[in-house]
């Protein structure tokens, strides 16, 4: 099959409520394929990447590595990545790079920029790890902050200087700022009150995400990337909240690029309703398209194969008003692909229905 074409799997990570992202896309021209690896999930989810890789890329080569943000279940699976392929670039935030420029963010007077870079690479550990084995390879490694070119697709999120107010914030990192109740609730508790939410009526002209969603700071660190393969916008958003998409959409205006025209997209945070709004999905997704109207684009959710709270309903709704199918994992593999070679056993996935009971806030 001659000619540019694409293929994005994303492979299956978590056990019970608690999801991951492991994303694997090849694209390019047949003799000139390129590999890139957006997170990499749990070790266990690494090896599969790497498994997979083998099986149906026939490389062992990974052209591209790229963590969206410090979370074990994006980024400790993209160390067996590391240990068993070679990887040409790794694109990975490095926020102990700059302790003397966000110090003056920690209450705590005793701490250097030296103490908290080492602070930092230690809370952090799983990206730190990433840039040692990185070192160890001789492999380079660069910083995706908006503007970065990675392949075929440009970084649209976060921009540096955002992204060095956000750390300060990470629950992970020493003490900057009182932490609300609310803020708590949301970061510790925030499962534990989905699971107790109520069901509401939704229709297809009724909807009821909230225009209010938030996420975690280090959500809305996530990498955010698009890119244009073969005429066709392909966009990843990894665990990005509602802040990080605005942004992300913004920029890409600035960019000439009409992020609604893109033919894939990947659902934020295994579909969490704190991460998106009606009017933010109006600018990634586009509009609400008339009932009854076929989807015309594809969206894939990571989602673990028993958990209870993703993806919600009410987020699935609002992606297929909005003209797009979704997909999740649930404990399989699934592959979006365009003018690539069919895969022997692999079979077409069934997308969500439309719910008229979804939970309520």
Known sequence: ????????????????????????LRYGEPGGYKVMVVDGGTKESGQKIVDHIQEHYGTTHVDYLVNTHPDGDH?????VVLEQLTVGEVWVHRPWEYAEEILHWFKDGRITDESLAARLKD????????EELADEKGIPVYEPYAGAIIGDFYVLSPHQDWYLEL?????KTPDAHTVSMAEAMKN????TLEKLAAWADEHWHIETLSEDGETSYENESSVVLYGNL??????????????????????ATELGFNLITSRFIQVPHHGSRNNISPS????????????GVAPTKTAFVSASKDSEVHPRKVVTNAFLRRGANVH?????????????PEREGWTASTPIPFHSQVEGD
């Open 1 to 24: 099959m001659a000619g540019y074409g694409y293929e994005i799997d994303f492979l299956p990570v978590g056990s019970g409520d608690k999801s991951g992202d492991a994303i694997v």
């Open 75 to 79: 980024a400790s699976g993209l160390e």
């Open 123 to 130: 809370l952090l550990s799983h990206a730190y790890r990433l």
């Open 167 to 171: 750390v300060p914030q990470f629950n």
């Open 188 to 191: 510790f508790g925030l499962r």
């Open 230 to 251: 073969g005429g066709r916008g392909v966009l990843l958003t990894g665990d990005a909240g509602i802040q990080a998409l605005g942004k992300a959409t913004d920029y």
């Open 280 to 291: 933010i999905l109006d600018r990634l997704v586009g509009p609400k398209v008339v009932e």
């Open 328 to 340: 999740q994992t649930k404990g399989q593999s699934k592959r979006h692909s365009h003018n690539m």
